[in-house]
Every structure is written in C-alpha cells, then in structure tokens.
C-alpha cells in the first residue's frame, strides 16, 4: 500500500517548456487534489477532482490543466512554463467523508528559469 | 467567506516548553477540523483530528478541543521536543453540496531548540 505517489521529485525548466506532474493512489479515494506551496503562503488549491470524470477549479488555476484519468490517477499539466511557477507541487487525495482526512504525496520541486 | 485564521510563527522554544498554537476558523455549517505537520522536505500528515463539538483529539501528545461556542481549535503540547520541530497546519472541512472543500491556514513554523 504505498499511498499517495508522485513523479518526478525535482524538475527543472526553461520559460516556455512544458511538463506533466503524475499523481497516483491507491487508497480508492473518489477526490483528489493539487496543491502549490510557495514560502510564507501556505497551500494553495489549483484543480481538484470530486470524482473520476469531473475536475473545478480551485483558487489558482492560471497556467496549469488538469486530467483525472482514471480512478487512480491525476495529473498536472503546465503548458508553457513561467518562474512564477517555481514551487513546490503536492497530490493529495481523500475518502468521501467530510471527516477524512487528506493524504499527500512527498511532493514536487519544480524550478523554472 | 469562509476562512481560517492560524497564530503567525515562526515560533521558537526550548526543548520541554509549553506550546499553544492558535486556530480559529469562520464556517457556515459544522466543519471537522484537522491539524497537519510538515515535516523538513517531507509531504503534510495528519497530526490530528476532532469532528464534532466538545471532541478533544490527541497524537503524539498533542491535543486540540473543538470549541464550537469559539469556533476555535487550538493546538497544544506540554513538553515539546526538538523531533517536533516542523511546520503545523489548521485545517477546517467543509461540506459544500458535493464537494468537501478544506481550507487551510498558512501554516505556523516551529522550532524547539535543545
């Protein structure tokens, strides 16, 4: 049972480049979610997905796209690369209970310059 | 709106000192409420959680009381150690129609120093 995984760990891009971020769990869990994290401000939502086949919007969804493939797995699509994308990236997902909690993948570094 | 209001760090004590790290939260329903830790270069994990009124939480000797009459939940520690070091994230649930939206503080960054 190896919970929430990501891929890649760390990443590097040029301004203009384009990259997909792999989340995957396998805890059977109908929602998952993307976050970034960015020094002094905190979690902030992108894209989550209640359900397979449906994704929304979260508080900042400028630049990235998002795709629930299927009940396990969801990714994160940055089309054209910006540094204002420099972060930290994590996955988490969630049973359907308002009293679950949310478990995170270890994250991703990305770096663009 | 709905939000959470989490205590700014960074906060600094000594290795057996008290903690009390402030959350309150405004919400239209009757969330359950969750603190997460961030440890250095690690993912957020559950810490704790409580998902009714008056329901005390409690991990790894920390604890935290759902106070509806404040909507507040604080968390606390009576003898922090240095492996507590980490960042702590107040987290509310909310159920909106389908959706369970959680919203998050910005995270209170604790160091204990030995």
């Known amino acids: 049972n190896a919970g929430v995984t990501q891929t890649p760990k760390f990443q590097v891009l040029k301004t203009g480049q384009s990259m997909t971020l792999q989340c995957a769990q396998d805890?059977?869990?109908?929602?998952m979610y993307w976050y970034r994290q960015d020094p002094g401000m905190g979690l902030r939502l992108i894209y989550y997905?209640?359900?397979?086949?449906?994704?929304d919007k979260g508080e900042v969804p400028n630049g990235y796209n998002v795709s629930r493939l299927n009940k396990r797995e969801f990714s994160l699509r940055l089309e054209s690369a910006a540094p204002s994308q420099t972060s930290v990236y994590f996955c988490?997902?969630?049973?359907?209970?308002?009293?679950?909690?949310?478990?995170f993948g270890p994250g991703t570094r990305l770096t663009v310059l | 709106g709905d939000s959470v209001t989490q205590m700014e760090g960074p906060v600094t004590l000594s290795e057996e000192a008290f903690l009390t790290i402030n959350c309150t939260y405004t919400?239209?329903?009757?969330?359950?409420l969750f603190w997460y830790v961030q440890y250095p270069g690690e993912g957020l994990q559950l810490l704790l959680k409580?998902?009714?009124a008056d329901d005390k939480g409690s991990n790894k000797g920390f604890e935290a009381t759902y106070r509806k009459e404040t909507t507040s939940f604080h968390l606390e520690k009576g003898s922090v150690q240095v492996s507590d070091s980490a960042v702590y994230f107040c987290?509310?649930?909310?159920?909106?129609?389908?959706?369970?939206?959680?919203?998050w503080g910005l995270g209170t960054s604790l160091a204990v120093n030995p």
């Open positions: 987290a509310p649930t909310l159920c909106a129609g389908n959706n369970r939206k959680l919203i």
């Open positions: 988490a997902s969630k049973g359907q209970m308002t009293y679950n909690e949310q478990f």
């Open positions: 997905s209640a359900s397979e086949g449906t994704t």
């Open positions: 805890m059977n869990h109908n929602s």
């Open positions: 409580a998902t009714k």
């Open positions: 919400a239209t329903g009757y969330p359950s």
